[in-house]
């Protein structure tokens, strides 16, 4: 269970850094700031996480060692992919490639890299469809060898 915190407060970490490259001069400030309620839909992100960690289904992204990809399916996936149909629909981040629908939490620039994204493939009318999703967290250099 340490560990799903750990995660999910370096995951919180990662996302509130700007991470823009340029170096800033004088001394570098230690303020930290402030917990503000995460929105509702952020427990998508913490489910599939915490079930990743649980599972050990988080891995090292091929194309950038920066980058922590946290996978988790079954029924966290299937909220998840509910969840981002909204802000697919208004963002044109949904795909459809043969019986499998994507949905990315913000629309594809030029690849797949980095995004997160849940996917459920409907095989026909009478199976159950599949569902499975991943959210990437930018961990910076300390994956590095």
């Given at each position: 269970?340490?560990?799903?915190?750990?995660?999910?407060?370096?995951?919180?970490?990662?996302?509130?850094?700007?991470?823009?490259?340029?170096e800033i001069a004088g001394q570098p400030s230690l303020e930290v700031?402030?917990?503000?309620?995460?929105?509702?839909?952020?427990?998508?992100?913490?489910?599939?996480i915490a079930q990743a960690a649980a599972e050990h289904t988080y891995f090292r992204e091929e194309h950038n060692d920066e980058l922590l990809r946290?996978?988790?399916?079954?029924?966290?996936?299937?909220?998840?992919?509910?969840?981002?149909?909204?802000?697919?629909?208004?963002?044109?981040?949904?795909m459809v490639v043969g019986i499998r629908t994507w949905r990315f939490s913000n629309r594809i620039q030029r690849d797949t890299i980095g995004l997160d994204y849940c996917?459920?493939?409907?095989?026909n009318v009478n199976a159950e469809?599949?569902?499975a999703c991943t959210v990437v967290l930018n961990v910076g250099s300390f994956l590095k060898d």
């Open positions: 269970m340490r560990f799903v915190a750990l995660v999910l407060a370096a995951a919180l970490t990662a996302c509130a850094t700007g991470g823009g490259g340029d700031s402030a917990n503000v309620p995460a929105p509702e839909r952020a427990r998508f992100y913490a489910d599939c946290f996978n988790c399916d079954g029924d966290v996936a299937e909220r998840f992919f509910a969840g981002l149909a909204e802000r697919a629909a208004a963002e044109g981040s949904e996917w459920r493939d409907s095989p469809p599949l569902y």
